[in-house]
Nanobody
């Protein structure tokens, strides 16, 4: 059973930055990884994904502001979030995909980390 532990969430002012981290308990280099988010009253939505070879997908709403990356030696995926807006407020969930490509569906989920953007 793979376990994912997220960190880096918190409260930030509009225009600020945060970096989320997600560490996996096992080797993840052959799998895609990524982040979803869920705001109150809304469905969970894909934010960003990165394949095992480095290909990426982003939601249109975060393109140019968020960057996903991975360190396979540390079994960790990161989400650098810049120019944060109040509508980025949500619980952010890390996942490991069922395959290598960025479009792979999630197989395992982290517990979630709260990101709140407010002045």
């Amino acid at each position: 059973q793979v376990q994912l532990v997220e960190s880096g969430g918190g409260l930030v002012q509009p225009g600020g930055s945060l970096r989320l981290s997600c560490a996996a308990s096992g080797s993840i280099f052959i799998y895609a990884m990524g982040w979803y988010r869920q705001a109150p009253g809304k469905q969970r939505e894909l934010v960003a994904a990165i394949g095992s070879f480095g290909g990426t997908n982003y939601a249109d709403s975060v393109k140019g502001r968020f960057t996903i990356s991975r360190d396979n030696a540390k079994n960790t995926v990161y989400l650098q979030m810049n120019s944060l807006r109040p509508d980025d407020t949500a619980v952010y969930y890390c996942y490991i995909g069922s395959g290598a490509l960025p479009g792979a569906l999630p197989s395992y989920w982290g517990q979630g980390t709260q990101v709140t953007v407010s002045s």
